[in-house]
């Protein structure tokens, strides 16, 4: 069994980092396919419309095809597709294999999380959760080192291909490790055809207007009004669908447990946390310094190899039955904010070793906010709702990512509108200033770097404001082998 969840852990890594590693490659794929940059744009979207809508309706699909076929087939799609996306002869082509390679790598998450609740030992539940958790905190801030690698020394194919071992090793140790359960056809007869039709749509259109709001100027573009408001007036019919529905996606009854609904909230903020400190240090030092991903990597490696090691040892404190995870989860939501706030003191002389302290930082917060999370949300399940808050944690950790992209973007844009507009004008006032050497990239780098602290600030008052609602809404729990 431990090689199965082994297997599974690694092809969720793999299909994390393949996600995160095309997007940082991005530049270098275009250029080399003739892609424009807004054609581009819609690689990322697409492929992130089909990845948050599978971890939302793949849980249901592992129970009725078993959880060993469904696992090993998003595995071998998710492949397949990596090695031919290099190939495509047109933008077109390329669109259909990365919808359909982010389809496969959402449909692999939950499969993780559902091996772990399902066939883990009490006493090491919380490890294999840690497990998950990884997919949070180890492979976003190793794509970027993972992307340089490949770029620099391999080319730009592997930002692909690099899908191809690690799938191949996970497809063994899945298919010899996982159990295998029998087929449960008979629940195809009560199928949740209103659900997936209005579901996948509403989940698909949210998505995509998130991700090209801010390219399209947002409510001004009549695209954006349709994507945003016909996908929430859909989500809106799913759900009402699915409290009433026998046999549903998701069930909404679930929400009422206070420990799961703190849990998914409090997800949804610390996600947007996590991603906002990978991207605003990557973004200041390619814009200020004009570093390659090669030299940004050992920013992001600094938080992301300790991992392996703050990962256990985050799991085997909320272990301990006189530790309360809720105090764990405040800890380690301060240090995001200690982090955030020491970040916020940044000049343009900043260069990569500023940021480590930073990142040293954050070895143990990032862990510290995400495990107590899924030990809130997963402490006295019912065998039978363990597949239906996977599809609940899942779809709020994709949907949260995508959230917090859409937000920063728009957050960046106008804050780099509001500096430059109030540089500008004091700098009119100043006689003879726009003779002044290199002023437009001085300016340019103030504007970048008060933009970058403004933004660390924003992340540490979410953190922050996190904290003030957990001594409301979750209630104690202790670790599965107490209970």
């Known amino acids: 069994m431990a090689t199965g969840l082994a297997g599974v852990l690694l092809a969720v890594l793999v299909s994390g980092l393949n996600e995160n590693i095309t997007k940082v490659a991005l530049a270098d794929i275009r250029g080399a396919m003739g892609i ?169 259109m949210l998505v995509v207007g998130l991700l090209q709001g801010e390219r399209l100027a947002w409510f001004a573009s009549p695209l954006i009004c349709v994507l945003l408001g016909g996908g929430l007036l859909l989500l809106v019919l799913f759900f009402l669908n699915e409290w009433s529905h026998p046999l549903p996606f998701f069930k909404l009854q679930l929400l009422s447990r206070r420990n799961l609904s703190h849990a998914l909230l409090t997800l949804g903020g610390v996600l947007f946390v996590l991603l906002a400190v990978i991207l605003i240090p990557s973004s200041y030092l390619a814009q200020v310094h004009a570093y390659r991903p090669l030299q940004t990597a050992p920013v992001m490696l600094m938080v992301a190899l300790p991992q392996l090691v703050a990962l256990p040892l985050v799991a085997a404190l909320c272990n301990i039955r006189a530790v309360d995870c809720r105090w764990v989860l405040a800890i380690g939501l301060a240090l995001l904010a200690l982090s955030c706030v020491l970040g916020a003191r940044m000049s343009p002389d900043w260069i990569r070793t500023h940021f480590y302290l930073l990142q040293a930082v954050q070895i143990f917060a990032q862990p510290m906010a995400v495990i107590p999370l899924l030990l809130l949300a997963t402490t006295g399940l019912a065998p039978q709702d363990g597949p239906f808050a996977s599809a609940w944690f899942n779809t709020i950790k994709g949907m949260s990512a995508v959230v917090a992209t859409g937000v920063l973007e728009a957050l960046i844009t106008r804050r780099n509108h509001f500096h430059s507009t109030v540089l500008s004008e004091r700098l009119g006032n100043l006689p003879g200033a726009v003779d002044v050497p290199g002023l437009a990239q001085r300016m340019h780098a103030q504007v970048v770097t008060l933009t970058s602290s403004d933004l660390y600030l924003t992340v540490a008052a979410i953190a922050l404001a996190m904290i003030l609602i957990i001594p409301i809404l979750p209630t104690r729990v202790f670790p599965p082998r107490a209970a």
């Open 36 to 204: 424009a940059r807004d054609d581009a744009s819609w690689l990322v979207a697409l492929y992130a419309a089909a990845s948050v809508s599978a971890m939302a309706f793949a849980p249901w699909c592992s129970v009725t095809f078993s959880l060993r076929r469904l696992t090993a087939a998003a595995i071998i799609v998710c492949m397949a597709a990596g090695v031919l996306c290099p190939f495509a002869p047109n933008l077109s082509v390329l669109v259909v294999l990365r919808v359909v390679q982010g389809a496969a790598g959402g449909a692999l998450p939950p499969m993780l999380m559902t091996v772990a609740l399902r066939f883990l030992p009490p006493n090491i539940k919380l490890y294999g959760l840690g497990g998950y958790a990884l997919s949070a905190t180890f492979g976003p801030s190793l794509g970027t080192p993972l992307a340089a690698f490949w770029t620099e020394y391999l080319g730009w194919q592997w930002a692909f291909w690099q899908v191809v071992p690690g799938s191949i090793v996970a497809l063994l140790m899945v298919s010899w490790g996982l159990p295998q359960d029998p087929l449960r056809l008979e629940r195809l007869r009560q199928f949740d055809w209103r659900g997936l039709l209005l579901g996948l749509p509403a989940i698909s």
